[in-house]
């Protein structure tokens, strides 16, 4: 299979995601975009127009889901809805 520009891009953007949770979860929005912007060039894909509002958004939306899912019992489930 081969790379396709925004799966790239975005494949990026989830690895500074997971970096920042690794690491705190407390690095600033624009800290993670410098990241992802430097990763995306090093790896030579187009990083997605991302804003410090949507990195906020993201880390909240994570944030509940993380919630969700450590209040579930063993077997249970979240059902995600669009």
Not at 24 to 42: F, H, N, V
Not at 52 to 80: M, N, Y
């Amino acid at each position: 299979m081969g790379a396709e520009s925004e799966s790239d891009g975005v494949e990026r953007l989830v690895e500074v995601f997971q970096g920042d949770a690794w690491s705190g979860g407390d690095s600033s929005p624009d800290d993670m975009l410098a990241l992802y912007r430097i990763t995306c060039e090093a790896r030579g894909c187009t990083a997605l127009p991302v804003s410090p509002s949507d990195i906020v958004a993201v880390r909240e939306c994570i944030g509940a889901l993380g919630e969700q899912w450590q209040a579930l019992p063993v077997g249970g489930c979240v059902v995600l809805q669009l």
